[in-house]
């Protein structure tokens, strides 16, 4: 009997997965924390984890622990090497949530572009000839800056040519032909196409400690310009931000993720409340994409104790390999 350690509340389209196959017993800790979790880790064979950390701590406390499946494409918060150095694979999801963030996406550069939250407000205070600011516009015809061109991007760049968006695309890792079979102009320097941009909209990892967007990289962007963010907290630099909406150097900014979550209630950024719009990491909790989201993350289990885990999923990859010359010896 393997134990199945659910660490989070999942869908239960995905608990009926584990708890329908035979051989395994499944313990589900609904809180998403590390404390309410750690208790059970010294039964567990695999763990099934949403965002909550993971550290070595956790892993030595699992002796058993076989498999660790995210609930989730990142795994920042995870301590890979602690598991690659016991051949535990750490796996991820697939392509669960491209649809809903870029979705997501579009909606707050909507949003911002006509001035959504800025009119409902307006109404709200008995303001209504603000509407004769004109303040809202079209976002026909101008060109969006789509800064990393995976899944969520392109799916972006195919929402916003509906839109008739002219887009151009950044991402150094990808061939020309990607760029092309999506009719999407690449741009190989992200200072010109900020310069270019209309809206700019983020889909890369965090890496490192510097923002990928600060001071000098706002001032690039034309007056008017939008700036997406519904990637990962730290990208854009906050305060900068603060500064440039204050300044009206930005047309408006909408963000799904923030650099603290959630967010001190005096921070900077929150007062900046007239051209920004905000919501709270919710671009992939769509109910469909929970739904993919937990049955992949539960499926990566049942498919590792039955022989059958997509090696494309693994995060370290190392392990399978050397699981697999191991069981090759004689």
């Known amino acids: 009997m393997a134990n199945i350690l659910v660490a989070g509340k999942i869908h239960q389209a995905g608990l009926d997965i584990l708890q329908r196959t035979a051989g395994f017993n499944v313990q589900l800790v609904n809180e998403v924390s590390v404390e309410s979790y750690a208790p059970f880790l010294k039964d ?10 993971l550290t070595a701590r956790e892993i030595n406390a ?5 498999i660790v499946s995210r609930h989730g494409v990142g795994y920042d918060s995870v301590d890979v090497d602690a598991l690659t150095k016991r051949n535990i694979p750490l796996t991820i999801v697939g392509d669960v949530n491209s649809l809903s963030v870029a979705e997501h996406t579009l909606t707050l550069l909507l949003a911002v572009a006509k001035r959504v939250s800025y009119f409902d407000r307006s109404i709200r205070e008995g303001e209504w000839n603000r509407r004769n600011g004109f303040s809202a516009v079209e976002v026909a015809g101008r060109t969006l800056f789509i800064l990393g061109f995976g899944r969520i991007g392109r799916e972006v760049a195919r929402l916003a040519k509906c839109f008739h968006m002219q887009v151009i695309a950044y991402d150094p890792f990808l061939p020309d032909s990607v760029f092309a079979e999506h009719g999407v102009t690449r741009i190989t320097e992200i200072k010109r196409g900020l310069q270019q941009a209309d809206a700019v909209t983020v889909h890369l ?27 990962r907290g730290g990208i854009v630099d906050e305060e900068a ?4 909406l204050q300044n009206n150097a930005l047309g408006g900014a909408g963000l799904d993720v923030l650099r ?4 001190a209630p005096h921070a900077a950024l929150l007062a900046q409340s007239d051209r920004l719009i905000l919501s709270p990491h919710t671009a992939g909790l769509t109910e469909e994409a929970a739904i993919r989201m937990s049955v992949s993350a539960a499926t990566n289990i049942v498919n590792y104790f039955t022989g059958q885990l997509d090696s494309e999923l693994v995060v370290n990859q190392q392990v399978l390999q050397l699981n697999d010359l191991m069981s090759q010896l004689p």
Do not use: C, F, H, W
């Open 205 to 231: 990892p965090l890496s490192g400690d510097k923002p990928l967007i600060g001071e000098a990289e706002l001032a690039l962007m034309k007056r008017g310009a939008m700036l997406i963010n519904t990637a």
């Open 260 to 263: 603290d979550e959630p967010p």
């Open 44 to 53: 567990a064979d695999a763990l099934l984890i949403r965002t909550q950390p």
């Open 62 to 66: 699992a002796p058993g622990l076989r």
């Open 241 to 244: 931000l603060a500064v440039a």
